[in-house]
């Protein structure tokens, strides 16, 4: 089992910035790739960005390429989301998932194991 904990949401000014982490405990060197998706109301869970935890391959949505950048510190076990340039689009609940599964296609959310409970971000006008 791995448990999942994010943490940094918050309420935030278009065009500011936040930093969302995602803390692994459990079996934690089973995990592949660590993915973060987010929910916003009304809507489906969408892709935000993964990232292959051994070799640090990052994946993006194209929504927040450019914008957005995902990391690792593999001896924190934690997954860091920088979001710059914020926009009111980007509201939502971001979770944090984790695959164990080598091959995992990491932009299918079902493709994730492990999920936290969640982090809420809210950029405002």
């Known amino acids: 089992q791995v448990q999942l904990v994010e943490s940094g949401g918050g309420l935030v000014q278009a065009g500011g910035s936040l930093r969302l982490s995602c803390v692994a405990s459990?079996?934690?060197?089973?995990?592949?790739?660590m993915g973060w998706f987010r929910q916003a109301p009304g809507k489906e869970r969408e892709f935000v960005a993964a990232?292959?935890?051994?070799?640090?391959?990052?994946y993006y949505a194209d929504s927040v390429k450019e914008r957005f950048t995902i990391s690792r510190d593999n001896f924190k076990y934690t997954t860091y989301l920088q979001m710059n340039s914020l926009k009111l689009e980007d509201t939502a609940v971001y979770y944090c998932?984790?695959?164990?599964?080598?091959?995992?296609?990491?932009?299918?959310?079902?493709?994730?194991?492990?999920w936290g409970q969640g982090t809420q971000v809210t950029v405002s006008s």
């Open positions: 998932g984790a695959t164990t599964v080598w091959g995992a296609d990491a932009y299918l959310d079902t493709s994730y194991t492990y």
């Open positions: 459990g079996r934690t060197f089973s995990t592949h790739i």
């Open positions: 990232i292959v935890r051994g070799d640090g391959t990052p």
